[in-house]
Structure formats: C-alpha cells, structure tokens
C-alpha cells in the first residue's frame, strides 16, 4: 500500500549483528543497568509514617462547609445530587425555623445530608455544581473499613468543625489555608 | 477555583467486627506469634478487572512498594495466595468465576474490594453488572474511591493485617464463621 | 489412593483426541483481567483460539443515554483508564463539534500537553508490560516511576491520578498551576533519559528479540480489514494517525512523523509505541513552547467563552443572579443541545477512538456509541496467534495493548 | 489531500443504484444516507470495489433504536472511510424490530465479526449469515436486548439506594 | 574389625549432617529474603522490612504462615504422588551437600574433623545423579496435580533438565580432563595448591554457569514455573508447606550449586593469596568456611541479579540453545581441552 501521508518513518528493524547475537551485550548491559539502579536512590514513600503531599486541589473525601459563624452553608438545592454521576447523594430538605438563624445560613437546609462513599467515585461534579460554597472535595482520601453500613457518611461526618465551639479542629481542617481570606484563594 | 477547606479532620472508623477476635486473654503467645507471621506475610492474588487494577500496580511499584508489608509475591493461582484483591468491576457474567477463584483458595483466606465498583458497583448500576462483591462472597474490608489512591491500597491493606493479628486461630472453626459462608452457601 | 480411570468421566471422544484444550483466563496473569482463551493445543502450539470478552461488561451507552453531557466525562475516564485524558478530550471535542463550540488556542495546546502525556503513560504501561510477560520485570518498575510523575501532573490539574475527569466542554476547569509547570518540566527533562534505558535493556536484547520477532504477525491488508487502528496498524505498515489524517485540537501545529513497521509483529509494536513516545515527548516539548508563549490576559484563558455550556465563575455563582440560572441550567443539563447527529475521532493510545453521538434535542444523547479501537482490533486475536506457542499468545496479547475498560465498555 | 467530494459519491451511488436512497444529509460535514435494507451489501460492496471510491476500512458498526418509527425502528449505522483520500461516509439501513434481519458483512469486513455480534446482543438485529452470531459481551443467559429504549438501565437488585427525592 | 564401628565417628558426622542441613534450610530462607531485597532494591523499592529489623524475620513468617496454611488436595489428583512430589523435590535438594567439602577441618576435642559428610571419590557423579533426580520431584508433583499448566510446567522441566545436563556433564568432563579426580575434595587441594580451574577452563566454566542456571530454573530458564504464561507451572495446585517446599527446593538448589562452583571452579574453601598452612588448624578451618560462603553469597546474588535484569527464553529457542549452541561449545571445549593437556604434556 503506498503511503498516505508524508509522515512516515519506519523504526529500524536492524537485524541482530554478530557481537549482539552472542546474547551477552544486551545481558551484561543490563545487568550494569540494574545494578546501577541497585545503590539509586529510592524514591519510595514510607506509607504510613510518611505521606505524599496531595495537590490542593485533589479529590478526596467530602467536607460540608459552614460560614465564619458556624453557620451551614448548605441550602439543600439538590444540584449536588443531581450532578452526581454515581447517585450517592441523598438528601432531605427542611425549612429553616425561627431561632436556627445561628444554625443555617440559608432558608432552607439539609435536613439529611448523606453520601456512600462506596458509591462516591470522587470526580468533583458536586463539588463543582454547589451554588452555594457549601461542599468541597478534601485532600483526605476515604479510609477503609471492614463494613459496608460504615460507608454512609451522614451529614455529622460530613461537616466542617464549628469555627467558634472547636476551633482546634476547625483549624486542622482549613489546614494551612486558615487565615488566608476567601478572596485570596479565590 | 481551589477551595477554602483542605482536610476532613472527621474520618469515620469502626473498630474491627464481632467474630473475628482471637479468645480473648485466653489467647495463647503461640497464637499470638502464628497471626504475627500471618500478618507479615498476605500474599495478595490481585483478581484485576480494570482501572483500580492500575493503581494496584501504582501500588506495587516503587514509590509505595507493597513489598515493604511482605505482600509482594504476588500469586496468580488462587491456592497459594492469602487474600483476595478484587479490584474493578464485576459484571454479572464474571460473578461466578470471583466466586470460583475464592473456593479455590485456602483458608486462611481474606477478601478486599478495592474501588467504588468492586464494593458496590460504583457508578454502574446497570444491568449487566454486579453490585458489590459481597453479593458472592464474604468480603472483609472495603476499600472505597475510585480508584482508590495507592495510600487508600495500603490503608486498606493495613486493615486487613489488623485482622488478621486480631483475629483468632480458631476463628475458621467457629459457627459464627461457618454460619457466614453457610449464608454464601459455600460448605 | 490410586484413582481409577472409570471413575473420571472424561468427555466424548477425549481418549482419541490427540489435542489439548486449555482455558486461557479470566483470571489467568497475563490476560490482565478479563479475557478467557480457549486455546486448543497441539503440545504448546496454538491450533485453534477462541476468544470470549464480556467479562466487564458496564453497558456504558445505555448508562450515556441518561445523563447530561457534562456526566459522562466519567464514563469515558474509565474506558481506556491507561490513558484517560485522552478519552476525556476526545469527549469534549464531540460534544464541542456538536455544539458548535471555538476552543481558544491556549486551550488547544494544554489539551495537546494532557493528551500526549496520556499517550506517553499508556504506551509505557504497554511495552514494559510487554517486558514483564517476557519474564523481565525490573523495566517495568522503571517505567512506572515516570508515569507516577504523570500523575502527579494530572492531579495537579484535575485533582486526580487516573481516573482524571479533567477538562470540561469547552476547556479544562481550571488553569494549570506553576507547579504543573514545573512538574512537567522535571518530566521532560528525566524522561528521555529513562526511556533511553528502557530501549537499552529490552531494544537490541536478542533474548527479547527472538521472543518477538515474528510473534503475532498481520499483514497491512488484514489489519485493515480487522479494523486495525492506532499502534497496532501502523506496526503493520499503514500511516494512519487520525492526528495527522484528521486534525483536532490544532495537532496541525505540530511536526510530528509517524512511525511504522513493517511486518506487524510484536517487536513492531513494541517499537513504534517506544518510538510514539519519543514523538510525543517531541510534540509536548513543542506545545509546552506555544503556551509559554501566551503572555498577559492571554496567558489566563483556559476555556472557551461559552456561558451555555462552561459553568461561570464561582464567585460570580455566589453574588450574580444571572450567572446562578446559567449555573443551574448547566448543571441540571438544560441547556439547548442541538439535534444532530456527530461522529468525532481522536487518536487514542490504542487506535481511533470514536464517540459517535445521536442528539434529539433533549438534555441527554439519544443516542452514544464509543468505537473502543481495542474491541475492534481484539477479534484478530485468534488469526494472530493460532499456529503460535502458548508463549507467543501471551507476549502477543500484552503487545497489542488490551484494555478490558475499552473492550467491554 | 482530498479529490473525493461527498457530491461525487453521491454521484457515483446513484449512477449505479438508481433512486434508492434516502435521507441524503451532511451533518458536519460528513455524508449521510440511507438504502433499502436488502441492499446494504451491495451497496458496501460497490463502495468497496470501485476504485474511485474505494470505501475499504470499516470504522464502525453499530445501530440505534428509533421505537417511533412504526416499521423501520431499529437502525443499522455502518462508517465507512477511505483512507486515501481521508473521506468518511455514513451508511444507513433501517429495518423492522419484529423481523431484524439484516445481510451481514463479515465476509466484506473482517472487522464486522465482533461489531455485529455487539448489535445483535444490544438491539437484536439478526445479522443473515454471520458466522456465529451469539451474544459477546453479555450473558448467554440474557432474554432480551438490553439497549431497546423499553428496558431500564438499573439492576433491579440494588438495595442501597434511596434518593426518591431526585427519582431518576 | 568390621563391627567395631567408630561410634563417635557416626556422632560427628550425625552432628555435621544436622548442622549442614539446617545450614542449608536457614540460607535457603535467607536467600528468600535476599531475592526480595535484592530485587527491590534493584527496582529502586525498599523490600520487606517490617517484619522485624530490615525485614530479617520475614522468610520466619513465611514459613509460619505456610505452615498453618490449609492443606488442599484437588479432587481427581493421586494424593500420594501429590504429596510425594514436594518431598522428592526437597530431600534430592537436600542431598546433594553431602559431598560438598565445606571447609577443610576443624581441630575439637582433639578430633580431627572433616568438613565434609562424605569424601566419595566419585563425588561429581554423586552431584549429577541427584541433581538429575531432583527433576522428578517436580514431574510427580506436576502430573498428580491433574491440571494442565502443571502438567506443562512439568513436561518443559522434564525436557529443559535433560537437554542442559548433557552440556553441562560435558563441560564437567573438560574440567575432569583437568585436574584427573572426580573427588570434590581433592579438586580443591588442587586448586589450593595451583591455580583455580576457572583459570583452566573459562568456556568450560561459563558453560556450566548458563546449564546451572538451567538446572535450577532460574530466569532466562524458569519456564517450568513462568508465573505470566503457566501461573505458577508445577506448583500451581500446590497450598500450605507443600508450596513451601517445592519454593525452598528452589532456593537450596540455588545455593548446592553455588557451593558447586565454587568448589570446581573457584578453589572452594581456598581462601586467595593466603598461604593456609602457615595460620593455626581451626582458624584456617573457619577462614577457609567464610571463603567459601563468600563466594557462594556472590553466586547467589548472581542468580538473583540475573534474574531481575533479563527476559526469559521461549521453549523452543531454549531447546535450541541447548542442543545447537551450548552443547556443540561444550563439546568444542572439552576436544580443546584435550588438545592443550595432550599438547603441554608432552
């Protein structure tokens, strides 16, 4: 068949000459190759006592955000759960009462808030359809477990530590973003 | 559009199940040693569909080496390997050969769905296509994401050595265990 | 205890077959997965394969024919998960031919860099895998040291390793940060020298050699015929490249050759992927060059200005009212689609990859057929190793690169 | 590069065939019609043979289920491309879901074998003289042909779901 | 005279079988970890190390593990072939050490005591007839297991063993041409006093390097197992500490034939340019065991090295290169050889 395209450039097919048909070129260059790899050093990463630092912007395990009051920020518009690709998301709406002004920022809340994180494929389209800064995929990856009920992360696993009542811990979950404004990270 | 929170600080985990502690005080120094050996030594037979079987081999290679935890002889027949890995999707038509594979293998023996599909089917509710392993057989630990990060390979496996130091060896003799496979219908 | 020969009911007629029937797979090691061969054997020659495939089947189209666009990014992420970018663009520029949308050049050429890196991880998976199968494994482990440097680009764009997600109708969600950059600057610069390494250990070993040559050959006329794409067509001998042939996502802009072999056999393969990948390094070298050249306000864009289908700013979702309806539209996959018919092709790392997709209108296709190159191109699998040693079946199937994803959708 | 316009093809098609086809369209670009269903061997193998047009690498094959239209719901799409001259053509054939019989290419298109074996899993169409047409990629077991618009998509064992709130 | 048996004689040996064996068990094992480490470490990975420090009590757990494993016999298998074959495959391994001197002697309790089990003359023969025996361990195993990758695994093992043990008997005898002994013990009282043979017969050494490896089913030649075309070959249907075994003969296959080059051809327990008869008896006797494990340590990593580095051969191009390149060069090497000897004799 002649060429379709000008492109072309055929890989070189040498035969084997006679020194590289001895076997022992290739074989001793190899050796000296992974020798050479033998005292590299290791790139390995002591897994448990040691961690890899992930990208900020990588997928991991939900957080339900909550204003600089303690206030959820969530408003239960269902498009995280409409984005959702792996149906994971469940959620119940409720209107907001009288005196939960401290609770709920918007209206409307998210009664129930739940995510099987066995469903959950992590590809950030929830994350990305929240209207409302309300949920962002974490830089913690899902941890195992030995029961498939555990994989249900309810609204209480969800959410991020309140600002005012457990600082420390709301602290550890900004990570080392706390204390830049909301503009800065844009 | 990077976010304002880095860290879920509120990571849930449950204590190993009922059923699976050795006996207890009564536990002997040589039980004790026989599932420390055990622990050091989970020879994996990675049952690899698709994407999570990727990152099992991310999880082999060199920056996370899964020989460090002894687990890297990696035995493709099913008699002489430990535990279990399925990673990827299971559709119904490959259900019975998991099945198979897991009645070939010895006891001891444990079962870890690695990924979204393996553990639940993942985004794949669909006709074809198995939802959850634990459908066909026991599974001890759920490894979810999709896939999983190799960290989450080894969090995984490092639940599973848990355990296995915890768990007793007489634990395969016990009704409780029996009754379990019974609910496979596995003899 | 002794068996007796009459306690074993053998089948029909096996005392007078002189043939061996061996059940190759699912779980067997090297059919990666989901494959089952049924070879039947001569001592170790291969008189007869049948194959059978459908061991993951996910039902992808019908899973497609319910969700909006944007939702099935993840689907064709875990299609050919070795070089998920790529099938993740090839989705957007369907989705963008049919929607009529212009990507800006920046656009283009990141798209360019994320592709052929994807290329690069998949290939490499590929030929050292080729390596493991022939029993050396230390190449492979090379390799991969790379390719978790791709990753590590990726999810430094995307927030993934390999089931990326990345890119959204019209352009990527977010700009590449400096430290992709630099990622991928550190990339291109060790790269080469590994891949020089790798060619070192397996290229010119005769032991390899002699595995490989002649092992699973097809002529140009039959792998035309069987629907041959990608690697494994030019290693037969055609110069097909759907980059070239049909240029997408401004691959015009780029020197690139296409390498092609000559007998179609795994060494063939084995080289024109090993060669693929210098191209592709040739290639992002050269976009990475165009994007640095975009300065100022230009050096921003990394989406198409289309508001009916790229999600508007965050902040202008939390304060714009008109911006929250857009939002809400896209999401809820509202927006006008087009009736219409489209079929786009991009170069996957396994041959043409295709997204053939039917639209009425409504908020999801109403149709969507993936043409997965591997699916395609597996059929000749019996034709290539029948008359061949078991050996040759196993070093065949790894080198024609299956992706179970791919083959079963 | 390319010599080969759609409107000669078009040209070519119906020099030899008569008026047969229909549907004649271009969406973006790429030919589009449509042939009696008896007639799509014929119709491939002339694309193939001619040397003008020479029609000889098979993209793609597969086909989509239209239950409105009474008669002529299911859809055989077959792409074709010819690489010389870097022009892709798609091809048509329309038959009834109650009799989906339909003349296979295998012997054409080596190509076809798995293709076709994938329609008839998905859709049901009987492909006439393929060599071996059963089911590829679901269960043999299987009783209908899941990607007809009437079959759900879930699996109807699912337990853990609950969202009747977004009911989907 | 014939029953006034030395009965301490019988304790001393009975006592150096024990500890040669258990030598032999406990390098094995390490060697395990060895292969692990070595080839982590030459894939830039780590390798075990949690077990214990660096990983030192990970071959124990294995073990353990292997032992407590259940025992699965397949249905439709001879069970006692099934089981014999891992025993064969063990013990033939085993026996080869007894004729490997080891060391010259120690001095304890006034005794005088040979490093060696037993001083056959005819040693070499001793080695070949159980290193050919070591085959059926592996064709019983594979053909009681009743399935057909270990039936494969054992037929390439039956052939492959009976193609390179012509070359290498070959080789052998260019050597035997040599130094005129088939003892073991006085090749290396040669060796000690000369040269090492390997400065005699290069070819003949690197001959019986590549059938060694061979024998010992190692990459480019570990076809009978090929964990990516046959599972795991003969072992596939094994579990439990039968596994255990046939894993083990392995590896103390690896280590006998490093002792046995190192005996032929690298001088065994002669330490170089040392004079031993100058040092005291026992310290010789040590230095001269310390000799010998270093250089079977290097063999060793050379097995493992090797390994990791290279694809392995197909069947037919195995077969090929046994009958039309090694065993032609053998034959070429040992007329050679009887050229030179009859050539600077005279």
């Known amino acids: ?186 | 559009m990077s976010r304002p929170v880095q860290y879920n600080p509120k990571v849930k985990f449950q204590g190993i199940p009922e059923g699976y502690m050795g006996e207890g005080f009564m536990a002997t120094s040589f039980e004790k040693v026989v599932s420390l050996a055990r622990k050091n030594s989970i020879w994996p037979l990675p049952f690899a569909t698709s994407c999570c079987g990727i990152e099992f081999m991310a999880t082999m290679a060199s920056h996370y080496d899964l020989a460090r935890f002894g687990s890297e002889r990696v035995g493709f027949s099913p008699r002489q390997c430990d535990l279990l890995m399925v990673m990827g999707t299971i559709a119904k038509k490959m259900g019975p050969v998991v099945r198979q594979v897991y009645l070939q293998m010895a006891e001891p023996r444990w079962v870890m769905a690695v990924g979204a599909c393996a553990s639940s089917g993942g985004i794949f509710d669909t006709y074809s296509v198995l939802q959850g392993i634990d459908q066909v057989i026991p599974v001890d630990v759920y490894v979810p994401g999709c896939p999983p990060r190799p960290e989450a390979i080894i969090d995984g496996v490092l639940k599973i050595q848990d355990l296995v130091h915890a768990e007793g060896l007489r634990r395969r003799n016990s009704d409780q265990y029996k009754e379990l496979l019974a609910g496979y219908g596995i003899q | 205890m002794p068996i007796m020969s009459e306690d074993i009911l053998l089948p029909e007629g096996a005392g007078e077959k002189q043939t061996t029937t061996l059940n190759l797979g699912p779980t067997h090691p090297a059919t990666h997965g989901v494959f089952q061969n049924i070879l039947e054997l001569d001592g170790e020659r291969i008189l007869k394969a049948t194959s059978t495939v459908g061991y993951i089947h996910r039902a992808f189209e019908k899973i497609a024919e319910r969700r909006p666009l944007y939702q099935i990014t993840p689907l064709t992420d875990r299609l050919n998960y070795c070089s998920s970018p790529i099938n993740n663009m090839g989705w957007h520029l369907t989705c963008e031919k049919l929607l009529g949308v212009q990507t800006p050049k920046r656009v283009d050429y990141l798209r360019v860099i994320i592709m052929e890196l994807a290329r690069i991880a998949d290939h490499l998976i590929c030929n050292s895998i080729v390596g493991v199968d022939s029993g050396a494994y230390s190449g492979f482990l090379y390799l991969m040291q790379y390719r978790e440097l791709i990753y590590e680009i990726y999810e430094e764009v995307c927030g993934s390793r390999l089931t990326t997600n990345i890119g959204r109708i019209g352009g990527f969600e977010r700009n590449f940060t400096n430290t992709a950059f630099e990622k991928l600057e550190k990339f291109l610069k060790e790269y080469p020298e590994q891949l020089n390494e790798f060619e070192k250990l397996f290229k010119r070993n005769r032991i390899f050699m002699e595995r490989t040559i002649g092992c699973g050959p097809i002529s140009a006329e039959r792998a035309l015929n069987y629907g041959f794409t990608g690697p494994n067509l030019r290693a037969a001998g055609i110069d097909y490249d759907v980059r070239v042939h049909t240029p997408y996502s401004s691959y015009q802009d780029f020197e690139f050759t296409i390498p092609v072999g000559t007998t179609g056999d795994c060494y063939d393969r084995f080289l024109v992927r090993q060669q693929e990948m210098w191209q592709s390094l040739s290639i992002i070298t050269q976009a990475y060059k165009k994007v640095q050249e975009f300065k100022g306000q230009e050096a921003e864009v990394y989406h198409a200005d289309t508001p009916a289908y790229y999600l508007p700013e965050k902040k202008d979702v939390y304060t714009k009212m008109e911006a929250l309806i857009w939002h809400f539209k896209i999401i809820m996959g509202e927006t006008a689609i087009p009736p219409g018919e489209v079929y786009h092709a991009v170069e996957g790392a396994n041959g043409e990859l295709g997204f053939y997709l039917i639209s009425d209108g409504g908020r999801t296709p109403y149709r969507l057929h993936f043409r997965r190159p591997c699916f395609i191109y597996y059929q000749a699998f019996p034709e290539l190793v029948e008359g061949g040693l078991l050996s040759d079946a196993i070093i065949t199937m790894s080198s024609l690169n299956l992706i179970a994803g791919e083959l079963d959708a | 590069m390319s010599q080969l316009t759609n409107e000669q093809i078009r040209v070519a098609l119906i020099d030899k065939f008569g008026d047969v086809f229909t549907e004649w369209s271009e969406p973006l670009g790429m030919l589009t019609f449509a042939a009696p269903k008896d007639m799509n061997l014929k119709v491939l193998q002339f694309l193939y043979d001619e040397e003008s047009l020479s029609f000889r690498f098979m993209t793609d094959l597969q086909a989509v289920h239209y239950p409105d239209r009474i008669g002529e719901e299911l859809c055989v799409v077959y792409h074709l491309h010819n690489m010389r001259d870097n022009v892709r053509i798609r091809f048509k054939v329309y038959t009834d879901v109650q009799a989906p019989d339909v003349f296979s290419t295998t012997a054409l298109f080596a190509a076809a074998n798995f293709m076709e074996r994938e329609t008839y899993d998905f859709f049901g169409v009987n492909f006439v003289g393929h060599p071996n047409l059963i089911r590829v990629l679901n269960v043999d077991e299987m009783d209908y042909f899941p990607l007809r618009k009437e079959f759900p998509l879930e699996d109807q064992t699912r337990v853990d779901k609950d969202d009747e709130m977004f009911g989907r | ?346």
């Open chain 5, 1 to 346: 005279m014939f029953l006034s048996i030395d009965l301490i004689y019988i304790l001393e040996k009975l006592i150096l079988i024990v500890i040669i064996v258990s030598i032999s068990m406990v390098v094995a094992m390490y060697t395990t970890l060895a292969e692990r480490k070595v080839a982590a470490f030459i894939q830039d990975r780590r390798g075990p190390n949690r077990a214990g420090p660096f990983g030192l009590l990970q071959p124990l757990a294995d073990g353990l593990k292997l032992f407590f494993k259940e025992e699965i016999i397949p249905m439709f298998s001879n069970k006692f072939l099934f089981v014999l074959g891992p025993g064969l495959a063990m013990l033939t391994a085993l026996m080869t050490s007894a004729v490997i001197p080891w060391g010259s002697k120690l001095e304890l309790f006034g005794r005088e005591i040979s490093l060696q089990i037993a001083d056959i003359n005819i040693g070499i023969l001793y080695v070949f007839g159980v290193v050919s025996l070591g085959v059926y361990g592996i064709i019983v195993g594979s053909w009681s297991s009743n399935n057909k990758y270990s039936l494969m695994g054992g037929l390439r093992a039956a052939s492959q063993i009976i193609s390179y043990e012509l070359a290498l008997g070959i080789s052998l005898i260019a050597l035997l041409m040599v130094t005129g002994t088939l003892s073991l013990k006085e090749m290396v009282l040669q060796q000690q006093e000369g040269y090492w043979n390997i400065v005699y017969q290069p070819l003949g050494f690197f001959l019986f390097l590549v059938c060694t490896f061979a024998e010992c089913n190692r990459t480019p030649f570990d076809l009978p197992e090929a964990e990516n075309e046959l599972i795991g070959g003969y072992h596939t249907e094994y579990s439990s500490m039968k596994l255990g075994f046939y894993l083990f003969a392995e590896y103390i296959n690896m280590f006998i034939s490093s002792a046995v080059m190192a005996t032929l051809f690298f001088g065994g327990y002669d330490i170089p340019f040392l004079d031993e008869s100058t040092l005291p008896v026992n310290v010789a006797g040590v230095l001269g065991i310390v000799a010998l494990f270093l250089k079977i340590a290097f063999f060793l990593f050379l097995f493992i090295w090797v390994r990791w580095t290279i694809p392995r051969f197909r069947y037919d191009q195995l077969m090929g290169l046994g009958w039309k390149v090694l065993l032609p060069l053998a034959l070429l090497n040992m007329f050679l050889t009887g050229a030179a000897i009859l050539f600077f004799d005279k």
């Open chain 1, 1 to 186: 068949m002649q060429p379709l395209t000008n492109r072309a450039q055929a890989v070189n097919r040498a035969p084997l000459t006679w020194w590289e048909r001895i076997y022992l070129p290739a074989i001793i260059g190899g050796m000296a190759i992974t020798l050479k790899h033998f005292f590299k050093k290791k790139p390995t990463i002591n897994y448990p006592e040691k961690t890899r630092p992930f990208s900020p912007v990588f997928r991991g395990l939900h957080i339900l955000n909550r204003d600089e009051q303690g206030r959820e920020n969530c408003t239960a518009c269902g498009l995280c759960a409409v984005a959702c690709p792996a149906e994971a998301i469940t959620m119940e709406a409720a209107e907001r009462l009288p005196g939960e002004e401290h609770l709920y920022r918007e209206e409307k809340y998210a009664a129930r808030y739940e995510i099987n994180m066995l469903r959950c494929i992590f590809c950030g389209l929830c994350e990305e359809a929240c209207p409302k800064d309300a949920i962002y995929l974490s830089e913690t990856f899902a941890p195992s477990d030995y029961q498939r009920k555990q994989f249900i992360y309810a609204k209480n696993d969800l959410l991020i530590p309140h600002p005012e009542k457990e600082p420390e811990a709301y602290k550890k979950a900004l990570g080392n973003r706390a204390g830049k404004k909301r503009s800065e990270i844009g």
